[in-house]
């Protein structure tokens, strides 16, 4: 049924900040990049900016999570670039790290490193 992770869509509310803000803490720039849309291929994941918010109401129900090789360091830099801290970091077993930041329009970025 489901095969993988292939696209993440985060809706702003700013394009052209949010793509700004998103090229400097992935240090990727975006593949696709026009007033409807911008999109990044991070590592062939395809992370997407949309700016209609038609029906997008405040809050997340769910959580994705970016696989980061150094969660502290990640979370510093998210801090320091805007983002908020919503779900600690904690070990949930196994050696395994997690944490959840909101990016500055709201949207969750779960974080998971090890295994």
Not at 60 to 87: M, P, R
Not at 99 to 112: E, T
Request: overall charge negative; hydrophobic content about 40%; proline content about 4%.
């Amino acid at each position: 049924m489901f095969k993988k992770l292939r696209t993440v869509v985060y809706h702003v509310s700013d394009l052209a900040k949010a793509k700004d803000w998103y090229q400097q803490i992935t240090g990727i720039a975006p593949y696709f990049d026009e007033p409807f849309y911008v999109g990044f291929d991070i590592n062939g994941c395809e992370m997407g900016l949309d700016p209609d918010m038609t029906n997008v109401e405040e809050g997340n129900h769910s959580f994705v999570y970016w696989s980061v090789e150094d969660i502290s360091g990640c979370l510093q830099k998210l801090e320091k670039a805007g983002a908020t801290i919503t779900d600690p970091l904690k070990e949930v077993g196994g050696g395994i790290r997690v944490a959840v930041v909101n990016d500055p329009w709201g949207n969750a970025l779960g974080l998971i490193e090890g295994a």
